[in-house]
């Protein structure tokens, strides 16, 4: 049943028993195809209710949403043994949420991380990949933006509340996002940091850190064109942050050219990773979306 907040809560086990959790909007069947959302590394199913509310309560063409918490974040568990907070571990726990809910093929809008999933998903399963949107992510990472990734997660100061958690990010993070204002970054700190047991403590495990802490960034990334090519059979939408220092503006255009049906846009004013909820956003992925729709059918 979907209540108030627009979204039913989906739980499964994974394959070691942790508790996963999804936020699942929209009707469990329909023509439509569905939309499944896959959040940054410290990022939760949050990022995606407007996008997802949007696509949902489409007036014409309502169209479930499955917007993912991966293990250790959101409203899914902590893993008790943070080396488990592993991309392979994550695509694993990925397949076993959309076979739970009974998803064999969809749209798949990734963000960061999400986006690296996505593409590896389109190795593992190929044919459950009908269009993808990849948001401020590509083959190649720039090592400044981990660099200043590995700065503050699990590391941000504990607000005392949400107003002084925008006050924090702002700080952080202007240069990067100078187009927000006030409401946007009080927005980010209410999907940065949760209310528990009348505490405010981070939206994810703390532990996150220690991934980014055996990152060598003084040894090369690896590039990934060839997971990128495992696209090439469906329209993919590239969404670059102007600001943003973990896609560069080269590799958005080197997507646009080696992929047959890539289109690129650049967000103005924001960094790494644009917000997808604006109106403008959602017409755009819709476009992504109806096209995909008509080569899948």
């Known amino acids: 049943m979907t209540t108030d907040t627009g979204f039913r809560s989906f739980y499964i086990g994974a394959r070691d028993g942790l508790k996963l959790h999804a936020r699942d909007y929209g009707p469990l069947a329909g023509p439509a195809l569905p939309l499944v959302c896959l959040p ?7 990022d995606f209710h407007e996008l997802a509310l949007a696509f949902a309560q489409d007036a014409e063409k309502p169209r479930r949403v499955l917007a993912l918490d991966y293990r250790g974040r959101g409203r899914s568990d902590y893993d008790g043994n943070w080396r488990n907070y592993d991309i392979r571990v994550e695509l694993d726990d990925v397949m076993q ?3 739970a809910a009974g ?4 749209v798949f809008i990734g963000t960061s991380r999400g986006g690296l999933l ?3 998903l389109g190795a593992a399963r190929p044919a459950m990949i009908k269009g993808a949107v990849l948001n401020d992510v590509g083959p190649v990472i720039d090592a400044r933006g981990l660099l200043r990734i590995k700065g503050y997660v699990g590391k941000l100061p504990t607000p005392r509340s949400f107003a002084e958690g925008a006050e924090i990010l702002k700080r952080l993070s202007d240069q990067q996002f100078s187009a927000f204002g006030d409401r946007e970054w009080e927005m980010m700190a209410r999907r940065t940091w949760t209310e528990r047991e009348g505490r405010i403590v981070p939206d994810y495990d703390p ?3 220690k991934v980014l802490e055996e990152l060598d960034l003084e040894a090369p990334l690896p590039v990934l064109w060839n997971y990128f090519a495992g696209l090439n059979g469906v329209p993919v939408l590239a969404i670059r942050g102007a600001n943003s220092d973990l896609l560069a503006e080269a590799t958005l255009q080197e997507m646009a050219q080696r992929h047959p049906d890539c289109q690129v846009h650049t967000v103005p004013g ?3 990773a644009p917000v997808l909820g604006s109106k403008e956003m959602v017409q755009r992925i819709g476009r992504l ?3 995909a729709e008509r080569l899948a059918a």
């Open 40 to 46: 940054g590394l410290a990022r939760t199913s949050a």
């Open 97 to 99: 949420m959309l076979t």
């Open 103 to 106: 998803i064999a093929e969809a």
């Open 118 to 120: 996505t593409m590896a």
């Open 207 to 209: 532990n996150l850190m």
């Open 270 to 272: 924001q960094g790494h």
């Open 289 to 291: 979306v109806s096209r």
